[in-house]
Nanobody, 128 residues
Framework: QVQLVESGGGLVQAGDSLRLSCAAS????????MAWFRQAPGKEREFVGV???????TYSEVLKGRFTISRDNAKNTVYLQMNSLEPEDTAVYYC??????????????????????WGQGTQVTVSS
């Protein structure tokens, strides 16, 4: 049974940085595409970034290059480094895993429905 456990969220000020971690178990981690999504109050869950099993990375265009996703296969962990945080980044951040490693137009999938395993989320609150 796949388990994903996020950590590292908290309350920060605008302009600060934060690093989220997602520890995975119950899967062959190195063979999965791993992604981060987020959901703000009253809004739909949205894509943040994905790192494929081979290291390919894709990000949401709205992030303007402020976030970086990485993975450590030896630790079964995926990270999200968030810099220059803005109040608009306030959301619950979710880690997700795609066993089938889907690609569309040469990019790893960012579709919510393609990710079969999800963590419980970690809250990030950015004050102005």
């Amino acid at each position: 049974q796949v388990q994903l456990v996020e950590s590292g969220g908290g309350l920060v000020q605008a302009g600060d940085s934060l690093r989220l971690s997602c520890a995975a178990s119950g899967l062959t981690f190195s063979t999965y595409n791993m992604a981060w999504f987020r959901q703000a109050p009253g809004k739909e869950r949205e894509f943040v970034g994905v790192i494929a099993w081979n290291g390919d990375r894709t990000y949401s265009e709205v992030l303007k290059g402020r976030f970086t996703i990485s993975r450590d296969n030896a630790k079964n962990t995926v990270y999200l480094q968030m810099n220059s945080l803005e109040p608009e980044d306030t959301a619950v951040y979710y880690c997700a895993a795609d066993k089938t490693r889907r690609y569309y137009n040469n990019y790893a999938s960012r579709r919510i429905g393609d990710f079969g395993s999800w963590g419980q989320g970690t809250q990030v609150t950015v004050s102005s």
